[in-house]
């Protein structure tokens, strides 16, 4: 479980630190060297799949996208001011701004919001062109949404493993049933009253 909330930390880095893609892979790793582990020490022949080794191949899994994920952010870091931003991510922050907006406007009184507006205006029309947002703005967004995704997906599998296991029924577990040579073990000539 510590492994899987290190594996969603890696939203949290900033990119500039250049410590994004290193970290993401280094929890990759240790998610594998861990199952590797865990499916070592697990009976090989089953009825059933364990849920840990389940749990750990969607974490192993989610890991990967992780790391996949950091460096295309890490990509898009780098991108300078002359690449367009995609209008879609343009429409989702604009969304995103405006929720977040109107929790702080009821606070603010209302000449203070209409001067900010003012002020705003003023300054996005004298901003470079038509550029609303910087790559660097499009990168933390992504970084919150991905970190909220992956958050969600680490609860709902944690939760599916851990109710999962709480209704599997006696049936289903699995038995230990000792061989039959066992009971007919003789002890110098005698039984040993297992029989």
């Known amino acids: 479980m510590t492994l899987a909330i290190l594996n969603i930390c890696v939203f949290i880095l900033p990119t500039d630190s250049g410590e994004k893609a290193g970290y993401s892979i280094s929890v990759f790793l240790a998610f ?21 080794a389940v749990f750990l191949v969607i974490q192993t899994t989610c890991s990967t996208l992780t790391t996949v994920l950091a460096l295309v952010l890490l990509r898009i870091s780098s991108f300078d001011e002359n690449v367009a931003i995609p209008r879609i991510l ?4 604009r969304c995103f701004k405006c929720k977040s907006c109107s929790k702080a406007s009821r ?3 209302i000449e203070q919001r209409v001067a900010d507006s003012r002020m705003s205006d003023e300054s996005e029309e004298s901003s470079t062109g038509h550029a609303e947002y910087s790559w660097k703005q499009v990168v933390n967004f992504l970084d ?4 909220v ?3 969600c997906i680490l609860v709902a599998s944690s939760l599916g493993c851990f109710l999962t296991a709480m209704n599997s ?3 289903d577990l699995p038995t230990y049933s000792p061989p039959d040579h066992y009971y007919n073990l003789k002890t110098d000539g005698r ?4 029989t």
């Not at 594998?32 to 840990?52: E, H, M, Y």
């Not at 039984?191 to 297992?194: F, K």
């Open 169 to 171: 029924s006696k049936s």
């Open 149 to 151: 995704i992956f958050a």
């Open 191 to 194: 039984t040993n009253g297992l």
């Open 90 to 93: 343009v429409f989702f922050m």
């Open 107 to 109: 606070i603010v009184p």
């Open 144 to 147: 919150a949404v991905l970190f």
């Open 32 to 52: 594998a060297v861990f199952l590797t582990i865990v499916s070592s020490s697990l009976p090989q022949n089953s009825n059933s799949v364990a849920l840990i």
